[in-house]
């Protein structure tokens, strides 16, 4: 088993998430995809394959603590490389995951890793969340680099009335809900990063019923 594996399956086990070998080579293929297209379409700033499995698809997979077994819609906004939305449907097959991405050039990639992954649960939107109509998700996720705030403005018209966010913030998100609207009921899940000696803040934020 090489380095790559080893440093994948000990996270996914870390992250309590059942590992097989159709899985693992997904994640391989994805790895070697997008360091490949990163040389012409600069995806991601991470180099080595243990930064882009331990801060991409491990910190993903994060947002699964979350989000509740079963069939759900879920959209990943500016999803760019496909973080979370790729990770979270390729371990979660029963997830419905639309990645709506404004750039052109990241929505190539995309629809090219739901074509080579086989992901019949994945779709993928070239569009600014802003522009998306007349579609409703249960869960809306991101880990673009939008405040607490911007995203529930920005985004609040595509969550069903029930729905909520999920967001995956650093330490300092205690100053971005702060001032933000009574309306607006947040939940705090603290997660270790699996391979790294990092914090992990899961804001689920949702409007009050």
Excluded at 2 to 19: F, H, K, M, R
Excluded at 136 to 154: M, N
Excluded at 171 to 192: C, L, W
């Amino acid at each position: 088993m090489n380095s790559t594996v080893t440093i994948l399956t000990s996270g996914l086990n870390e992250l309590g998430i059942a590992s097989n070998e159709v899985i693992v080579q997904k994640f391989e293929t994805y790895l070697h995809e997008l360091k490949k297209w990163n040389r012409a379409y600069n995806l991601t700033a991470l180099k080595s394959d243990e930064d882009i499995i331990i801060k991409h698809f491990l910190d993903s997979l994060l947002y699964l603590k979350v989000i509740p077994e079963g069939q759900w819609s879920i959209c990943d906004i500016g999803s760019g490389a496909g973080f979370p939305g790729i990770p979270m449907a390729v371990v979660r097959p029963e997830l419905s995951v639309t990645l709506i991405e404004p750039s052109r050039k990241k929505t190539a990639f995309l629809r090219h890793m739901k074509k080579l992954l086989s992901l019949q649960n994945v779709e993928v939107i070239e569009s600014r969340v802003e522009d998306v109509k007349d579609r409703l998700f249960d869960i809306a996720v991101t880990r673009a680099l939008f405040s607490v705030g911007d995203l529930i403005k920005k985004a609040g018209h595509v969550l069903r009335e029930d729905g909520f966010f999920v967001l995956n913030k650093g330490p300092k998100f205690e100053d971005e809900i702060k001032g933000i609207s009574g309306d607006i009921k947040f939940e705090i899940f603290p997660a270790a990063l699996p391979g790294a000696s990092l914090q992990r803040n899961l804001i689920k934020a949702y409007f009050k019923r």
